[in-house]
């Protein structure tokens, strides 16, 4: 009996062996569970404080937690009617990683969502959010980032080659990377980018420039041409001395108030308070004019030099906006005669854009979306006036030039033909006095005929011999070794000056930006310059100059000058875009026109 009551029964392994077994058994089912929970938990944290409207579940079988994430197409709000979220980053930025966009604000379009498992937190993955290069760049450097030379040029060179980490754009103070070369595992073949901005850097202000935006600075009232200036004072001297017959206006138009010189300006305006002071007892019972309502905001021309500013896209301009304290009060200026699309061919905005386009790559802007026609671009590196032109036009010295014109010793000839006439007249006047009275007398008078009618012949010989020089003189200048259209255009700048036509002080890029501004404010001026360009253009194109197109140049001398500045910023601005950061940038933006950005 105490043997069999000292027997371990079946159910007694069952209890202190299998019991014990299974619980080792469904442990790490409970400890998958535990941790595939916590770990659930956590991500749905994440997803929260990034706003991200994903999927989350759990399997606690296989410690498996699967999310759904939404992936994005972005661009950049609208700079004016969402400037209070456009200039400050993101309340609610993502921490995941891929997720750097959420910095910012953007515009968001839902285009599919993207399946991720993952066994920790840390394996979680934003989905890149794809965005237009070009967008993402102007966006960026209108905030006020710097790009990096050195980060297009290699990402021009080595494409998806290029090390992660590599910046391209720096922050404001360019000591820290703002845009940056990411790893290529959501990229899907495509540039991947990562960005960041921090609050310490601080940015640009809704009344900066933004990109693919051009300012133009016209000039003021005490600065404008000499013809202008003549202009203005006859019709300030006409209104002054009527002006008890008729009100001068208080807003001229643009050529005549660029026209008045400052103390002509002044003049008016004293007229104008001495009016007022006269009116005033009418004044204060009538209703406020709308010209004394303008005055009030618009300030008057010698106070600030009048400024626009263009925006210039893929076929030409696209507006032109004037630039003031108060950019309410103006509307869009006309600009009819500089438009330019597909289906309109308008030269003078072609050439306008190609200026403008040249200006602002080379001073303002290394954004840009116009291109400026090859034909152009070909005919402003091209060698295209003949030196001596410029000699017979006055602006060089034929010194200046290399020898072209056939020399001549006239003093010689002339020499020799004042001895032979004295000869003559000194044999003449010996056989005279031999001569009886009668005959002495006649043949005085036929010896004085004689001489008049040598000399009215000599006259016409030196007329006709002139003639045909000054002729074989301008075949011999259009002849002439030819100059590059920069040189051509310093010597036109110096004669503009010593004409006074243009202030001393300006340089060439200052001269190019008054003549862009006139183009936009003044279309008959515009037209002008075009024609000026479109000649000199056809006649290169032609063979060369002729005597024709030289008459031409002679009469519209003025408009020729200012022609050969505009065409000297564009050939500099080829020389100086050839391989520098711009023409990298653009090429990139060439390349890649989307992005993975995260």
């Known amino acids: 009996m105490g043997t069999s009551q000292n027997m371990v029964s079946g159910p007694d392994v069952i209890t202190y062996i299998g019991v014990p ?38 399997d606690v079988i296989n410690h498996v937690i699967e999310i759904e994430l939404p992936r994005y197409t972005i661009a950049p709000l609208h700079r004016e009617e969402q400037r209070h979220e456009y200039w400050r980053l993101s309340d609610y930025p993502s921490h995941i990683p891929g997720g750097t966009y959420t910095t910012f604000n953007w515009k968001r379009h839902n285009t599919g969502t993207k399946t991720q498992r993952i066994d920790y937190s840390d394996q979680l993955r934003q ?45 404001p103070d360019r000591h820290e990377a703002v845009l940056t070369i990411a790893p ?8 991947s980018l990562a960005v960041r901005w ?41 209104a002054t001395s009527t002006e008890t017959k008729v009100e001068i206006p208080q807003e001229p138009d643009s050529k005549y108030a660029e026209g008045r010189t400052s103390q002509e300006q002044k003049a008016v305006e004293d007229t104008d308070d001495w009016k007022l002071k006269t009116e005033a007892p009418v004044s204060e019972s009538s209703p406020r004019t709308e010209t004394s309502s303008t005055k009030e905001y618009i300030p008057q021309p010698e106070e600030l030099v ?64 116009y291109k400026i026609p090859a034909e152009i671009l070909a005919f402003a590196k091209e060698d295209t006036l003949p030196c001596g032109i410029l000699v017979l036009l006055g602006v060089v010295e034929e010194s200046a030039t290399p020898e072209w014109a056939t020399k001549y010793n006239d003093e010689e000839e002339q020499r020799e033909a004042q001895i032979r006439r004295s000869r003559e007249q000194s044999k003449a006047m010996m056989r005279e006095m031999q001569l009886p009275p009668a005959e002495k007398s006649r043949a005085f008078h036929e010896r004085v005929s004689k001489e008049h009618d040598e000399w009215i012949d000599g006259l016409n010989a030196t007329r006709r011999r002139d003639a045909q020089r000054a002729e074989t003189r301008m075949i011999e200048a259009i ?54 360009l479109d000649s000199w253009q056809a006649f290169v194109d032609n063979g060369g100059l002729r005597k024709a197109e030289y008459l031409a140049l002679k009469e519209s001398q003025v408009m020729f000058a200012n022609a050969s500045l505009l065409l000297a910023v564009i050939k500099v601005s080829v020389t100086a875009a050839h391989g520098s950061l711009g023409m990298d940038l653009q090429e990139c933006m060439r390349i890649w026109k989307t992005v993975r950005l995260g």
């Open 127 to 171: 989905p890149q959010a794809e965005i237009g290069f070009e967008e993402l760049l102007s966006f960026l450097l209108d905030l006020g980032a710097v790009p990096d030379p050195s980060g297009f040029r290699m990402l021009r060179g080595s494409g998806l080659w290029v090390p992660t980490g590599t910046p391209l754009l720096l922050s």
């Open 306 to 369: 009048p400024t626009i500013r263009c925006q210039v896209g893929v076929h030409g301009l696209i507006t032109a906006t004037p630039e003031d304290l108060d950019p309410l009060l103006f509307d869009p200026l006309e600009i009819d005669h500089l438009e330019v699309d597909e289906t309109n061919v308008n030269t003078v905005g072609v050439w306008f854009a190609s200026a403008l386009t040249a200006l602002s790559t080379s001073s303002q802007t290394i954004l840009w979306n």
């Open 21 to 58: 077994l299974a619980v080792l058994g469904v442990l790490p089912i409970i400890y998958n569970t535990i941790t595939t929970l916590a770990t659930l938990a956590k991500v749905r944290r994440m997803l929260r404080h990034g706003r991200l409207a994903g999927i989350a579940r759990g």
């Open 479 to 532: 002849q002439s070794p030819k100059w590059d259209n920069k040189l051509v255009a310093e010597h036109n700048l110096r004669w503009l000056k010593k004409e006074c036509h243009i202030d001393e002080s300006h340089d060439l890029k200052r001269c190019v930006e008054i003549l862009l501004w006139r183009m936009v404010n003044e279309p008959a001026f515009a037209r002008d310059l075009t024609q000026s």
């Open 198 to 238: 921090s609050s310490n850097w601080g940015m640009r202000n809704p009344a900066s420039l933004p990109p693919y935006w051009v300012r133009l600075r016209g000039t003021s009232s005490a600065k404008a041409p000499i013809g202008e200036q003549r202009s203005g004072r006859k019709e300030a001297e006409e």
């Open 184 to 191: 290529l595992d959501d990229s899907d073949g495509k540039l």
